[in-house]
């Protein structure tokens, strides 16, 4: 059964950090794009990043570039983000998921495996 285990998330002030964790289990990490994304409330789950299966290739929101890095430790099924210079506008739900590339967008793959999300909420 996929598992995937979000964690990380809190309150910060505008320009802090934050270091999400994605926890996978039930399928080889090794095999798959992984990819954050995100949901603030009234919108819609937005692409925030991806990284492919060895991490040597990786992939940003204009949004986030320059600010957040997407990593992964396929030996610990884990998939992490560090978020630095963190902006109100950040504030959402993160989620953590395989993903599939469609045209210059990144689209979750495994629909029915989303976790609980982590919280994110940057105050200014």
């Known amino acids: 059964q996929v598992q995937l285990v979000e964690s990380g998330g809190g309150l910060v002030q505008a320009g802090g950090s934050l270091r999400l964790s994605c926890a996978a289990s039930g399928f080889t990490l090794r095999n798959y794009v992984m990819g954050w994304f995100r949901q603030a409330p009234g919108k819609e789950r937005e692409f925030v990043a991806t990284?492919?299966?060895?991490?040597?290739?990786?992939w940003y929101a204009d949004s986030v570039k320059g600010r957040f890095t997407i990593s992964r430790d396929n030996a610990l099924n884990t998939v992490y983000l560090q978020m630095n210079s963190l902006k109100p506008e950040d504030t959402a739900v993160y989620y953590c998921?395989?993903?599939?590339?469609?045209?210059?967008?990144?689209?979750?793959?495994?629909?029915?495996?989303w976790g609980q999300g982590t919280q994110v909420t940057v105050s200014s």
């Open positions: 998921n395989t993903a599939i590339r469609k045209g210059t967008d990144w689209l979750p793959q495994k629909l029915d495996a």
């Open positions: 990284i492919n299966w060895n991490g040597g290739s990786t």
